[in-house]
């Protein structure tokens, strides 16, 4: 796969002093190479990734929303072939200081919601997955997304969410060891096939 790899991309996997990061990009760009098949599609040398927010192809006609996340040994990525704001994000499931960190990320109202449900390590991960997932899909800092109110995902896995003049599809799933979160603006049907 690594042949596969634009010139950027593959000077980057040389220079990438981590063998699990390097196994990372190659398995995003492999789920992408078996995404981008579902459209007719094939993923070679001349390619192009902007801000990792759009795929370009080598004859620069086709293009693509893209969001790419990985975590562990897993990695993840979400494709259209519609102009959409979209994200993903996965995180390995760790044992941390959830209370401190939610002080941290979240709001008044999802800090009450934490308190009265007392899974705070569930609850952590499904805000925080939901929270980096929006932060691709609207180009903000993450730090921003501290002040989205995220609460309704605590009790639905699939919600919607707004935030800055934008209503966001939320879609969480459980991996085993791991959450993941998906968010596309709802400004169209979207049909999300899970390869």
């Given amino acids: ?50 801000n990792y ?9 086709q293009t693509f929303a893209i969001s790419i996340t990985h975590s562990g040994d897993m990695a993840a990525i979400i494709l259209s072939d519609q102009p ?20 941290e990320i979240c709001t008044k109202t999802e800090l009450a919601l934490i308190k009265t449900r007392k899974n705070i390590e569930a609850d952590f991960y499904q805000l925080w997955t939901v929270k980096e997932s929006l932060a691709k899909a609207s180009l903000r800092p993450l730090t921003d ?3 989205c109110d995220c609460s309704a995902v605590l009790m639905h896995d699939r919600t919607s969410i707004h935030w800055h003049g934008v209503i966001y599809t939320v879609t969480c799933l459980n991996l085993q060891g ?6 596309i603006d709802s400004k169209e049907k979207v049909l999300l096939k899970q390869i």
């Fill in 53 to 61: 927010t759009t795929l370009i192809l080598d004859n620069k006609s």
């Fill in 145 to 147: 997304l501290y002040q």
């Fill in 1 to 50: 796969m690594a042949a596969q790899l634009n010139e950027q991309e593959a000077h980057r996997y040389v220079l990438m002093k981590s063998k699990r990061k390097q196994q990372q990009m190659l398995l995003s760009r492999a789920l992408l190479s078996k995404a981008l098949a579902h459209f007719d599609c094939t993923l070679n040398r001349a390619y192009e990734i902007f």
């Fill in 84 to 103: 959409l704001r979209l994200g993903i994000d996965i995180e390995q499931i760790k044992k941390r200081n959830f209370a401190e960190l939610a002080k």
């Fill in 178 to 183: 791991y959450k993941i979160a998906i968010v």
